[in-house]
């Protein structure tokens, strides 16, 4: 379910967003922060988190930094080098906000 | 190195929305040209054949109907595939005070013509509303195969041969005897068109009754067009033409219409669960046929999907007019339509109106916008920088810029949400403009005599392009990407070429909306440039004071 979700945003981000480009008032944009909560969060909450930041994102609100918050238990910690795709920033219990590494594609990155 | 990669990325990224944007542009040119304009003529081509070709039928001996040799295994199976439209004679005609009703020899609604001047077509001819070779309203079919064959042979007799509805209701019985019973059609025509029908057979019969293949006046990809069922809980079930694989068993059905994309003709009773067998055709478009046991009381109506018209009928007839997936907004926008319309007199000006009207409840919230969008042009310097900056990553000039406008106090953007709402309100409009009977034919100012049908001079579309090419340059803009920009400025081109060929009051909307907003624009701008000599002076007379 979620993927249908999260190929219907990534659709959205290649072709349509160029029509409605930089109109969002978020960092991560909208469509960043729906992307990200339906690949940690499950169907329901994803769909109310991008719902309330939707309807949030429009001239009656301030607007700014707003990461997604999300529920995530980790477990199977393996101390190896991995490949940073996203920081956890812890908030309380088993929730973090959660915030993409963008530069974790580029290879000269010490 | 990783410099000119990233700047070759760039150019690829580039260069794939620019073709993107000259495909989907040579798509729907191409689509219009090579494929609507074809089919439509090859439509018209198509009817033109085929009357000539009922005329030569019905000059020889009367078609036996294929049924004979067909299993009588199921009612659903067994009431179709007779297309008996020759023997056309007619038998009683009867005038309404909008239309003339012909029937014919099988008791069927043969053809109805309206006559009044707003319906013409472009030759000047009162419009028809059926095609002569498909299955017609009120058309009988029963259940069991010999008579079936039977009743297809023998015509039915009418009480009397012409009567005049106009001014007061009128009753006319169809009677069809066969050699195992007796079908009567009692019909009450009203002086509006609609009728009451009292069907029964003198004996037991299991039977099915039509309202027939849809008119087919208009019927294109602009909008559905199809059958429509009512349930008995208000929900529909609509089923578009060449749509339906298999037949279909529906119960609990109040009214059971087929549509093109103005004119509608339906059977119903909102009394009564009817059970109703949708049926396939040979182009596998929808036939609906309503089962009868021994008698029925039904009311039907066939004509233009006039609001206030149905309305009158039934509250609940009214959602025959059916606007597609936005109907939950389409709906409501034309109830404001017709409420300010009913002040204003003039579908053009009520157009006009409710534009400005939308635009003013959205007023703070743009105003708002337009003033932060100002004060964001006395930050360019820095935004450019930025962009400069981090012009490899979006998401990154993007956290940077947030990082200003924080600071600055001021976020200039529009928001998701005001975007995310224009699709379906401009699709409810397109939809009500589209598909409102009360649009054809009717008039604005000067040239433009019918708004559902696009300018024939083309100056609105032209106008609205103008308009968008104002909005744009006196918008401050912060769109720093050349190729971005260039694409933004050739938009309003784009539109102007789509909206050629759209509906005259869809673009009249569209023209007037770009109106407001550059008025406003304008304003904010004007305003804003005062302030800041206002500004100016005070800092001159601050520094002035301070020197002393």
């Not at chain 2, 037991?204 to 293949?213: A, D, H, L, R």
Request: include cysteine; proline fraction near 4%; glycine fraction near 4%.
């Amino acid at each position: 379910m979620n993927r249908i979700f999260l190929s219907i945003i990534n659709f959205y981000q290649k072709y349509i967003s160029i029509i409605s480009h930089g109109s969002c008032r978020y960092h991560p944009t909208c469509s960043e922060y729906a992307k990200i909560n339906f690949q940690f969060n499950n169907t329901f909450y994803a769909l109310y988190f991008t719902l309330i930041r939707i309807l949030s994102c429009n001239k009656l609100f301030e607007g700014g930094f707003d990461y997604p918050k999300v529920k995530y238990k980790i477990n199977n910690v393996i101390f190896k080098k991995i490949k940073i795709k996203f920081w956890l920033i812890p908030i309380n219990n088993d929730k973090y906000y959660v915030i993409k590494n963008w530069d974790r594609n580029r290879q000269n990155i010490k | 190195m990783g410099m000119t990669n990233n700047t070759l990325n760039k150019e690829n990224t580039q260069k794939k929305i620019l073709i993107a944007t000259i495909i989907s542009f040579a798509f729907f040119i191409g689509y219009d040209f090579l494929y609507l304009q074809p089919q439509q003529e090859l439509a018209k081509q198509t009817q033109q054949k085929e009357a000539q070709a009922l005329k030569q039928q019905s000059e020889q001996t009367p078609l036996v109907s294929q049924i004979a040799g067909e299993a009588n295994s199921s009612a659903a199976n067994n009431a179709p595939s007779v297309h008996a439209n020759n023997a056309n004679e007619i038998i009683s005609t009867i005038k309404t005070k909008t239309s003339n009703i012909e029937i014919d020899s099988f008791g069927r609604i043969a053809q109805i013509t309206l006559t009044t001047h707003r319906f013409q077509n472009e030759q000047h001819n009162a419009i028809k509303l059926f095609t002569p070779s498909q299955l017609k309203p009120l058309e009988v079919r029963f259940f069991d195969a010999k008579v079936n064959e039977e009743a297809f042979k023998i015509k039915a007799q009418a009480s009397s041969k012409v009567l005049d509805a106009s001014s007061e209701p009128v009753k006319l019985t169809i009677t069809q005897t066969l050699s195992t019973t007796t079908l009567t059609k009692d019909l009450t025509i009203y002086p509006d068109g609609h009728y009451d029908l009292d069907i029964a057979t003198s004996n037991k019969q299991n039977y099915f009754i039509t309202p027939g293949f849809r008119p087919d006046v208009l019927a294109d990809v602009y909008a559905d067009h199809g059958s429509l069922l009512i349930k008995n809980d208000g929900t529909l079930n609509i089923v578009e033409d060449e749509d339906l694989d298999s037949n279909a068993e529906f119960v609990g059905i109040h009214a059971a219409s087929a549509f093109d994309r103005y004119y509608a003709t339906v059977l119903y009773n909102f009394d009564k669960n009817l059970q109703v067998t949708l049926m396939s055709n040979k182009d596998k478009s929808p036939e609906a046929f309503i089962h009868i046991m021994n008698n029925a009381k039904l009311s039907g109506y066939v004509g233009p999907k006039d609001y206030n018209a149905l309305n009158a009928l039934d509250e609940k007839l009214t959602s025959v007019i059916e606007y597609g997936w936005f109907t939950f907004i389409a709906k409501p926008m034309f109830s404001m339509l017709q409420y300010i319309y009913n002040y204003v007199g003039n579908w053009g000006w009520t157009i006009v109106i409710l534009t400005i009207l939308v635009k003013l409840i959205l007023l703070p919230l743009s105003h708002k916008g337009m003033v932060s969008m100002n004060r964001l042009k006395e930050l360019a310097p820095k935004i450019k920088a930025i962009q400069e900056k981090y012009s490899d990553d979006k998401q990154k000039a993007s956290m940077h810029m947030m990082e200003l406008y924080k600071s600055e106090g001021a976020n200039p953007m529009g928001g998701c949400l005001p975007i995310i709402l224009q699709i379906p309100v401009f699709f409810a409009i397109y939809r009500v403009l589209i598909n409102a009977i009360e649009l054809k034919g009717s008039e604005w100012i000067l040239w433009i005599n019918d708004l559902s049908e696009m300018d024939p001079y083309y100056v609105l579309p032209i106008l609205m392009g103008v308009t968008m090419y104002v909005q744009q340059r006196i918008t401050p803009s912060q769109i720093q990407d050349e190729m971005q920009q260039k694409i933004f400025q050739w938009l309003p081109v784009v539109f102007t070429v789509f909206f050629l060929w759209f509906p005259a009051g869809l673009t009249l909307y569209w023209f007037i909306n770009n109106l407001v907003t550059v008025s406003q624009q304008y304003y904010v701008n004007k305003i804003f440039a005062k302030e800041k000599i206002a500004r100016h002076e005070k800092h001159l007379a601050t520094k002035h004071t301070n020197e002393k």
